[in-house]
């Protein structure tokens, strides 16, 4: 087989004939491409691009985290975005419920005006999220595994933040798959 050398100038072809902008722009690059006298910029990897990009972003991610007043029940469980985004979570709709305070909790059913009343029906006071963890009769058995889980490296109560740190993480997770909102909600009510 006959090896050719191939040379061909792609520069050649004036796709842009006619048009001032694209004809300057084109004879810029060629200019740019065959100069080595003043290169202006180092060669920067990817990879650094993109952790600089990341950087950036996280950066300015918590900025508006931190200014915003909304989600502020998420607020207290994740206050800083860079810690949540390294954890790896099994979102579950009782997780979303009890790190977000929307769904099924009377609070929140009552605020839409789904439901009569926010009671919880241990019959105490308002069903949110802090009275859901820190107080609830009703819920003492598993609160109680949770505070012993929490106690063997902390003190009790714990703020919502350490309680989704690594450590703790197992231990509320199991706390919160253990109720059932549902079950709950409809046991008591009547």
Known sequence: ??????????????AHAGNYGNELADQLAKEAASSTENESYKKIPNSTVIRKLNEGS????QSEWD??????????FFPVIQDRLKMKI????????????????????????????P???????????D?????????AKERNKLISGVSKTDNWPIS????????????????????????LNEMYEG
């Open 1 to 14: 087989m006959e090896n050719r050398n191939w040379n061909i100038d792609f520069h050649c072809v004036k």
């Open 58 to 61: 996280l950066i300015k991610w």
């Open 67 to 76: 200014k915003t007043t909304k989600g502020q029940i998420k607020k207290d």
């Open 90 to 117: 099994k979102v579950t709709p009782i997780f979303t419920t009890m790190t977000t305070g929307h769904g099924n909790i009377k609070s929140y059913l009552h605020r839409f005006k789904i439901i009569e009343s």
């Open 119 to 129: 009671t919880c029906p241990c019959g105490t006071t308002e069903q949110k999220i």
């Open 131 to 139: 009275h859901l963890i820190f107080q609830c009769e009703l819920l």
């Open 160 to 183: 919502k933040n350490r309680l989704e740190i690594c450590e703790h993480f197992k231990s509320f997770s199991k706390f919160i798959h253990e109720i059932s909102l549902e079950k």
